[in-house]
């Protein structure tokens, strides 16, 4: 048989000996996935086409996509066909560069377990809303978002977050992120730029408001949450805070203080509440939101970031009345709106109880990981002082010892292991820590992670107590 030439890759058998076609077929495919010119999910020819153009038999072309796929290189028999799964590894030139190279244990706050997406969930409400989708549906959209969408979220917040929001009064947006930026710009245009926030707090949210033209004034936070007091000397017109659980303590915003906020907010201030991880928690009873207090005095923003997965982009925003037509203007100038088939999905999902049901099998699995990370706490870091572990996807710790946090999170970055300072989240100085999650990783890698964790702290602070 003649060999020919194919477009795909330029493959071009001309010249190997009918022995070795199968053998020179893997090893191109294989340099062409190391190369990147066949990236993850790329989908391969069938193999009759392939054989076709090359002028081989088919059976080569076969044998080669079964070698990759047992390589685990290729997924075969899907819908799809032949599909890359992953790219190879180089084989590592000494033990310390073969650590280097293995993924990080990642114990970054914030990370959920995306592994448990529910993907066929998510497939057959994309299917059905494919199915049902209008014309109307794909056209420029309301800049507050689909329709069906805010009336599901409307439904959800109220039945779990005991918010009280009309599904006119909600705003989708891009996560709490998108929010933020939009709730900042309003305020900006106002002259009202001063805000409060927690200290220690969220370094990403307090950086992203600064983006947008706030000036961020630090709020001490106590084991009682804000503390409101400081709040009032600070004399800002904005708050904004993490009452639930707040980051990165982990404390819940008490009730003398969620009395005190809204007093503070009924003289003209406004309170900026992120909800973050409210929907998890293991050892304490819900903490309802502020907003469903004081409607007018909170604007209240939640996410799927941490209940789906953060790569959607899809949250929302519900505003008081005074700033919600400025809100909507704000959310249509940055990009007219949000995509309409993610909403629709989502929406599915909120209808169906699909998403009750994936956060019920969710918070059974992230619940045995934060054990496992006490476990291996006790177990190799005896003592550090552990803050906030009744909820969330992270917790705290503190060192009894004075510690370098930023040297230790870079110690241990440097063996494979993520963690953040606790510095990093304050504005005025205080006691050094670490902040874990624990939600995107497995119970063995956990354990690993915090040996790991404990050898760092070991080599860099030799006070500190570990085992």
Not at 49 to 66: F, H, M, N, P, Q
Not at 74 to 102: I, L, M
Not at 111 to 117: R, Y
Request: glycine share 8%.
């Amino acid at each position: 048989m003649v060999a020919a030439g194919s477009d795909f890759l330029q493959l071009d058998a001309t010249g190997v000996p009918r022995g070795g076609l199968a053998g020179w077929l893997t090893d191109a495919l294989r340099a062409a996935v190391a190369d990147g010119s066949l990236g993850v999910g790329a989908t391969l020819p069938a193999s009759r086409t392939l054989a076709a153009d090359l002028g081989l038999s088919r059976g080569v072309v076969v044998e080669a996509y079964r070698r990759l796929a047992d390589e685990g290189l290729f997924v075969t028999g899907g819908a799809r066909g032949t599909v890359v799964a992953t790219a190879p590894r180089p084989a590592p030139a000494d033990a310390g560069t073969e650590r280097r190279a293995q993924a990080p244990l990642d114990l970054s706050p914030g990370l959920p377990d995306l592994s448990a997406f529910p993907r066929a969930a998510w497939l057959r409400a994309e299917r059905e809303v494919l199915d049902g989708t209008t014309a109307a549906d794909l056209g420029y959209p309301d800049p507050r978002g689909h329709p069906l969408l805010r009336r599901e979220i409307s439904a959800w917040l109220r039945r779990t977050r005991g918010v009280v929001a009309a599904p006119d009064e909600i705003v989708v947006v891009a996560g709490v992120a998108q929010a933020l930026a939009v709730l900042s710009r309003v305020l900006v245009r106002a002259d009202t730029p001063a805000v409060g926030v927690e200290d220690p707090g969220s370094k990403g949210a307090r950086e992203q408001m600064a983006h947008w033209g706030m000036a961020p004034v630090a709020v001490p936070v106590d084991d009682s949450g804000l503390d409101v007091e400081a709040l009032r000397r600070a004399g800002v017109p904005t708050v904004l805070l993490t009452p639930a659980h707040q980051f990165p303590t982990g404390v819940v915003l008490a009730p003398a203080r969620r009395r005190a906020l809204l007093d503070w907010a009924a003289d003209g201030g406004l309170v900026v509440e992120d909800d973050y991880d409210a929907e998890f928690r293991y050892d304490r009873p819900p903490v309802p939101a502020l907003q469903c207090l004081a409607p007018e005095l909170v604007a209240h923003a939640g996410s799927v970031s941490k209940t789906l997965a953060p790569g959607l982009r899809l949250g929302w925003l519900v505003v008081p009345a005074r700033l919600r037509d400025e809100v909507v203007h704000e959310r249509w100038m940055a990009d007219l709106g949000a995509p309409a088939l993610p909403q629709l999905v989502f929406a599915h999902l909120l209808a169906s109880g699909a998403l009750e049901r994936h956060l019920r099998r969710v918070r059974v699995r992230v619940r045995a990981r934060r054990d496992a990370m006490l476990d291996a706490l006790r177990e190799h870091l005896p003592e550090v002082t552990v803050h906030g572990i009744a909820a969330g996807l992270h917790l705290m710790v503190t060192f009894a010892n004075q510690v370098d946090d930023r040297a230790l999170a870079d110690a241990a970055a440097a063996d494979g292991v993520l963690v953040q300072p606790l510095s990093d989240h304050r504005i005025a100085p205080g006691p050094p820590g670490l902040v874990i999650g624990y939600a995107a990783q497995s119970p063995d890698r956990i354990r690993r992670a915090v040996a790991l964790l404990a050898r760092s702290a070991r080599a860099l602070a030799p006070g500190v107590n570990v085992r």
